[in-house]
Protein backbone atom coordinates (compact mmCIF):
# COMPACT_ATOMS: atom_id res chain seq x y z
CA UNK A 1 0.00 0.00 0.00
CA UNK A 2 1.09 3.69 -0.72
CA UNK A 3 1.02 5.63 2.19
CA UNK A 4 2.39 8.71 -0.17
CA UNK A 5 1.01 9.40 -3.82
CA UNK A 6 1.74 11.59 -6.18
CA UNK A 7 -1.04 11.16 -8.77
CA UNK A 8 0.26 13.42 -11.25
CA UNK A 9 3.05 12.41 -13.02
CA UNK A 10 4.08 15.65 -14.59
CA UNK A 11 2.85 19.25 -14.67
CA UNK A 12 3.88 21.63 -17.68
CA UNK A 13 3.61 25.19 -16.55
CA UNK A 14 4.54 28.67 -18.55
CA UNK A 15 7.38 30.34 -17.03
CA UNK A 16 6.50 33.53 -14.55
CA UNK A 17 3.45 31.43 -13.76
CA UNK A 18 2.35 29.78 -10.23
CA UNK A 19 3.28 25.62 -10.30
CA UNK A 20 1.20 23.89 -8.15
CA UNK A 21 2.40 20.61 -7.01
CA UNK A 22 -0.22 17.87 -5.17
CA UNK A 23 0.48 14.97 -2.51
CA UNK A 24 -2.03 13.13 -0.60
CA UNK A 25 -1.12 10.56 2.15
CA UNK A 26 -2.52 8.10 4.13
CA UNK A 27 -1.14 7.87 7.65
CA UNK A 28 -2.60 10.43 10.33
CA UNK A 29 0.71 9.35 12.52
CA UNK A 30 3.07 11.49 9.99
CA UNK A 31 4.20 14.38 11.65
CA UNK A 32 6.61 16.09 9.53
CA UNK A 33 6.57 16.80 5.66
CA UNK A 34 9.34 17.52 3.15
CA UNK A 35 9.59 18.15 -0.49
CA UNK A 36 12.78 17.34 -2.81
CA UNK A 37 13.85 18.30 -6.14
CA UNK A 38 15.43 15.49 -8.24
CA UNK A 39 17.67 16.47 -11.55
CA UNK A 40 18.80 13.35 -13.52
CA UNK A 41 21.85 11.61 -12.21
CA UNK A 42 21.73 13.70 -8.89
CA UNK A 43 20.35 12.91 -5.51
CA UNK A 44 17.09 14.62 -4.08
CA UNK A 45 18.11 18.31 -2.67
CA UNK A 46 15.64 19.27 -0.21
CA UNK A 47 13.83 22.35 -0.52
CA UNK A 48 11.18 23.08 2.00
CA UNK A 49 9.00 21.19 5.17
CA UNK A 50 6.65 21.76 7.57
CA UNK A 51 5.68 20.26 10.83
CA UNK A 52 2.23 18.81 11.25
CA UNK A 53 1.34 21.47 13.51
CA UNK A 54 1.54 24.09 11.11
CA UNK A 55 -0.62 24.74 7.66
CA UNK A 56 1.76 26.88 6.24
CA UNK A 57 5.55 27.70 5.56
CA UNK A 58 6.90 29.81 3.23
CA UNK A 59 10.60 30.23 1.80
CA UNK A 60 11.29 32.63 -0.80
CA UNK A 61 9.62 31.07 -3.78
CA UNK A 62 8.29 28.34 -2.34
CA UNK A 63 5.16 27.73 -0.09
CA UNK A 64 4.01 24.25 1.32
CA UNK A 65 0.60 24.03 2.17
CA UNK A 66 -0.53 21.71 4.83
CA UNK A 67 -4.19 19.93 5.27
CA UNK A 68 -4.50 17.58 7.85
CA UNK A 69 -7.93 17.12 7.90
CA UNK A 70 -7.74 16.19 3.84
CA UNK A 71 -4.14 14.16 4.95
CA UNK A 72 -3.18 16.70 1.88
CA UNK A 73 -0.33 18.68 0.92
CA UNK A 74 1.02 20.94 -2.13
CA UNK A 75 3.76 22.86 -2.87
CA UNK A 76 3.49 26.35 -4.74
CA UNK A 77 6.63 27.79 -6.52
CA UNK A 78 6.02 31.47 -7.78
CA UNK A 79 7.21 32.64 -9.86
CA UNK A 80 8.26 29.61 -11.70
CA UNK A 81 11.47 29.61 -13.38
CA UNK A 82 12.78 27.43 -16.42
CA UNK A 83 15.65 26.01 -13.74
CA UNK A 84 12.45 24.63 -11.90
CA UNK A 85 12.15 22.16 -14.72
CA UNK A 86 12.57 19.07 -12.42
CA UNK A 87 11.29 15.99 -10.48
CA UNK A 88 9.63 17.03 -6.96
CA UNK A 89 9.28 14.52 -4.11
CA UNK A 90 7.30 14.80 -1.34
CA UNK A 91 7.96 13.10 1.54
CA UNK A 92 6.72 12.15 5.09
CA UNK A 93 8.15 10.99 8.38
CA UNK A 94 7.57 7.33 9.47
CA UNK A 95 8.07 5.46 12.41
CA UNK A 96 12.08 5.38 13.67
CA UNK A 97 12.21 8.62 11.37
CA UNK A 98 13.11 6.97 7.83
CA UNK A 99 10.99 8.56 4.93
CA UNK A 100 8.17 7.51 3.17
CA UNK A 101 8.65 9.12 -0.47
CA UNK A 102 6.02 9.95 -3.49
CA UNK A 103 6.65 8.58 -7.10
CA UNK A 104 7.39 12.07 -8.02
CA UNK A 105 6.21 14.92 -10.34
CA UNK A 106 8.33 15.84 -13.48
CA UNK A 107 7.61 19.28 -13.81
CA UNK A 108 8.61 21.10 -16.99
CA UNK A 109 8.54 25.28 -16.90
CA UNK A 110 8.37 25.93 -20.23
CA UNK A 111 10.23 29.44 -21.55
CA UNK B 1 32.73 19.40 0.06
CA UNK B 2 30.36 20.07 2.64
CA UNK B 3 27.65 17.28 1.07
CA UNK B 4 27.01 14.00 1.54
CA UNK B 5 29.87 11.86 -0.21
CA UNK B 6 29.29 8.56 -1.71
CA UNK B 7 31.45 6.43 -4.03
CA UNK B 8 31.45 4.67 -6.02
CA UNK B 9 29.40 6.87 -8.31
CA UNK B 10 28.78 3.95 -10.60
CA UNK B 11 29.48 0.13 -10.27
CA UNK B 12 29.16 -2.57 -12.90
CA UNK B 13 29.45 -5.90 -11.25
CA UNK B 14 29.01 -9.86 -12.61
CA UNK B 15 25.86 -11.76 -10.61
CA UNK B 16 27.05 -13.31 -8.15
CA UNK B 17 29.93 -10.81 -6.73
CA UNK B 18 29.84 -8.91 -3.97
CA UNK B 19 29.81 -5.19 -3.33
CA UNK B 20 30.35 -2.59 -1.31
CA UNK B 21 29.02 0.87 -1.14
CA UNK B 22 30.42 3.46 1.00
CA UNK B 23 28.57 6.96 2.16
CA UNK B 24 30.40 9.87 4.07
CA UNK B 25 27.35 12.14 5.62
CA UNK B 26 27.90 15.74 6.56
CA UNK B 27 30.33 16.37 9.20
CA UNK B 28 28.40 16.56 12.80
CA UNK B 29 25.34 14.36 11.49
CA UNK B 30 24.13 11.51 13.85
CA UNK B 31 21.45 10.39 11.69
CA UNK B 32 22.17 8.09 8.69
CA UNK B 33 20.21 6.78 5.70
CA UNK B 34 20.46 4.43 3.01
CA UNK B 35 17.55 4.55 0.30
CA UNK B 36 17.44 2.83 -2.78
CA UNK B 37 15.48 3.96 -6.15
CA UNK B 38 15.33 1.53 -8.93
CA UNK B 39 13.98 1.55 -12.63
CA UNK B 40 10.72 3.14 -12.51
CA UNK B 41 10.34 3.12 -8.79
CA UNK B 42 10.45 5.58 -5.68
CA UNK B 43 12.83 5.88 -2.95
CA UNK B 44 12.92 2.75 -0.86
CA UNK B 45 14.14 3.09 2.58
CA UNK B 46 16.38 0.69 3.50
CA UNK B 47 17.96 1.19 6.61
CA UNK B 48 18.37 4.20 9.45
CA UNK B 49 21.08 4.25 11.97
CA UNK B 50 21.54 6.44 14.78
CA UNK B 51 25.32 6.86 15.95
CA UNK B 52 26.66 3.59 15.30
CA UNK B 53 23.54 1.96 16.03
CA UNK B 54 20.70 0.77 13.26
CA UNK B 55 17.16 0.80 15.31
CA UNK B 56 15.61 0.12 12.07
CA UNK B 57 16.71 -1.99 9.57
CA UNK B 58 13.31 -3.32 8.37
CA UNK B 59 13.80 -1.69 4.25
CA UNK B 60 16.68 -4.50 3.88
CA UNK B 61 15.13 -6.63 0.80
CA UNK B 62 17.62 -9.57 2.00
CA UNK B 63 19.82 -11.23 4.36
CA UNK B 64 22.30 -10.69 1.43
CA UNK B 65 22.04 -7.04 2.23
CA UNK B 66 23.75 -5.30 5.71
CA UNK B 67 25.02 -2.42 6.46
CA UNK B 68 28.05 -0.82 9.24
CA UNK B 69 28.93 2.39 10.89
CA UNK B 70 31.74 3.23 12.55
CA UNK B 71 33.19 5.69 14.61
CA UNK B 72 29.80 7.77 13.84
CA UNK B 73 30.66 8.65 10.46
CA UNK B 74 31.45 6.53 7.25
CA UNK B 75 28.76 3.58 6.70
CA UNK B 76 29.11 0.70 4.22
CA UNK B 77 26.25 -1.00 2.76
CA UNK B 78 27.40 -4.14 1.45
CA UNK B 79 25.10 -6.49 -1.17
CA UNK B 80 26.47 -10.21 -0.87
CA UNK B 81 25.68 -12.44 -4.09
CA UNK B 82 24.08 -9.75 -6.31
CA UNK B 83 21.39 -10.52 -8.28
CA UNK B 84 20.23 -8.60 -11.18
CA UNK B 85 17.26 -7.20 -9.57
CA UNK B 86 19.50 -4.98 -6.97
CA UNK B 87 20.66 -3.28 -9.90
CA UNK B 88 19.71 0.28 -8.90
CA UNK B 89 20.52 3.71 -7.52
CA UNK B 90 21.29 3.52 -4.09
CA UNK B 91 21.02 6.58 -1.97
CA UNK B 92 22.88 7.58 1.25
CA UNK B 93 21.28 10.79 3.47
CA UNK B 94 22.13 12.17 6.91
CA UNK B 95 20.55 14.59 9.26
CA UNK B 96 21.46 16.62 12.04
CA UNK B 97 19.55 14.72 14.30
CA UNK B 98 16.93 12.81 14.29
CA UNK B 99 13.23 13.85 14.30
CA UNK B 100 12.02 16.66 12.38
CA UNK B 101 15.12 17.30 10.74
CA UNK B 102 15.53 17.24 6.81
CA UNK B 103 17.46 14.63 5.19
CA UNK B 104 20.31 15.92 2.98
CA UNK B 105 21.12 13.35 0.15
CA UNK B 106 24.51 12.70 -1.49
CA UNK B 107 24.22 11.76 -5.34
CA UNK B 108 24.08 8.33 -5.08
CA UNK B 109 25.79 4.87 -6.37
CA UNK B 110 24.28 3.77 -9.64
CA UNK B 111 24.97 -0.07 -9.79
CA UNK B 112 24.33 -2.11 -12.81
CA UNK B 113 24.48 -6.11 -12.31
CA UNK B 114 25.39 -7.99 -15.56
Known amino acids: DQQVKQNSPSLSVQEGRISILNCDYT??????FLWYKKYPAEGPTFLISISSIKDKNEDGRFTVFLNKSAKHLSLHIVPSQPGDSAVYFCAARGATNKLIFGTGTLLAVQP | GAGVSQSPSNKVTEKGKDVELRCDPISGHTALYWYRQSLGQGLEFLIYFQGNSAPDKSGLPSDRFSAERTGGSVSTLTIQRTQQEDSAVYLC????????????FGDGTRLSIL
Open chain 2, 93 to 104: ASSLESGRKPQH
Open chain 1, 27 to 32: NSMFDY
